[in-house]
């Protein structure tokens, strides 16, 4: 994907094989209204429920973060389900879809620092004594490169009987993450390594099976284990959020609408799982942002500012490691990037570390309309910010 020119949501969604497309809804009913100004709902949840009514939505969140990985300001409105009546709130959690790879990339470093990776290590080495065939294009190949999306790997998952086969696995993520990295090694790169950016999910999927084999566990693990306790998230989960008052993701119907219950097709292969299909509550992803915006200067994080520094350096089109870094008219400093969606749900986050603050907005719908919806919250969570208008 493109370097992004202005403030406006990426389309960097992972492609679920088996579902709804991510296309504008159409809408025979608007979602029943909820009391927006109740206390677990935020003091931005006026401004949050006349946008989230303005476009349609089934619920809208956001959330401004300080470098201490506090939130200053937030707020959400609407129902966990459109036309239902059990509201969202603050405690709410929902899918970050690519916005995990900032994580990923993250956890990476902590095994880089311990010394049981490198920035150079290559596919073909880590995994030389598992599989048997593994082309000797991936001997090029670095896990910096798989990072960046400069590794020439295919986007997505090749061929739709695999696809659907692993869409349908319910044995351990683990297992069916390693039967689809030894069909991808098998085969060539899709383009010479290190030659252009190729946006793709099935990189980062490889460097989380690389993380899994030198740290001994399945990838949702290690980053329970090693990134996620250290910084104090405890509400993330895997796959779609499960639970009575849950929001769901949704998909266009016929007339309104449609709800997806939590189950295999209501997101991605857990095998891809490093590219994205974790879930948690923005309290928890505002933890994980303040770690960024410190860039290593806060007491016990658990990452160095060296490693933080090849985090954010661009390695070509804006793109550094899990994030794009963009410059904005309203950060001194450059600012990083990236928006998520399984094409059920959509969020975006702006992190500015010259000015000390992030911005989460977050929907439980994909397609136009929410794209547009989070841009609108977006700027209005940023313009607080830069006016020193926030809660402090």
């Known amino acids: 994907m493109g370097t992004v020119a202005h403030l406006t949501s990426l389309a960097l969604a992972l ?11 159409t809408t025979a009913q608007s979602p029943v209204p909820v009391p927006a100004a109740t206390p677990d709902r935020g003091p931005l949840a006026d401004e949050v429920e006349a946008i989230r009514a303005a476009h349609d939505l089934p619920a809208l969140g956001c959330a401004l973060v300080r470098a201490d990985g506090t939130i200053e ?30 994580m990923t990339a993250t956890l990476a470093a902590r095994y880089v ?17 598992r599989f048997e065939t593994i082309d000797p294009s991936w001997s090029k190949v670095t896990l910096e490169q798989l990072l960046s999306h400069r590794a020439g790997v295919v986007a997505n998952i090749p061929g739709r009987a695999l696809a659907v086969s692993l869409q349908m696995d319910t044995g351990a993520p683990a297992d069916a993450r390693a039967r689809l990295v030894e069909q991808i090694l098998s085969e060539p790169t899709e383009m010479p390594p290190g030659s252009g950016y190729l946006y793709s999910n099935i990189g980062y999927t490889l460097a989380g099976a690389m993380i899994e084999a030198v740290g001994g566990a399945p990838f949702e693990t290690l980053i329970q284990r090693e990134l996620f306790a250290p910084l104090g998230i405890e509400g993330a989960g895997f796959g779609p959020p499960v639970g009575d008052d849950a929001p769901r993701g949704h998909r266009p119907g016929s007339k309104a609408l449609v709800a997806m219950p939590p189950s295999a097709l209501a997101d991605n292969p857990a095998a891809i799982a490093p590219a994205g ?57 450059p600012v990083l990037n990236h928006a998520g969606s399984n094409t059920y749900w959509y969020c975006v986050v702006w992190a500015a570390p010259e000015e000390g603050f992030a911005a989460i907005v977050t929907t439980n719908v994909a397609g136009d309309a929410a794209g547009k919806a989070c841009d609108e919250l977006a700027s209005l969570l940023i313009g607080r910010a830069v006016a020193g208008e926030g809660g402090r």
């Open 73 to 102: 300001l937030a707020g959400v409105a609407g129902t966990t389900e459109y036309g239902g009546t059990t509201p969202v709130t603050l405690a709410s959690p929902w899918h970050l879809g690519s916005c995990l790879k900032a």
């Open 15 to 25: 492609t679920v094989v088996v579902g709804g497309s991510a296309q504008e809804q």
């Open 277 to 333: 299909t974790a879930h948690m509550p923005m309290a928890d992803w505002a933890r994980f942002l303040g770690l960024h915006l410190r860039r290593g200067a806060g007491e016990g994080d658990p990452l160095t500012a060296a490693s933080f520094e090849s985090l954010h350096r661009v390695r070509g089109d804006d793109y550094a490691l899990g994030w794009l870094k963009l410059r904005r008219n309203w950060s001194k400093g």
């Open 113 to 129: 620092e311990s010394g049981n990776l490198a920035w150079t290590s290559s596919p073909a080495q880590v995994f030389a004594q």
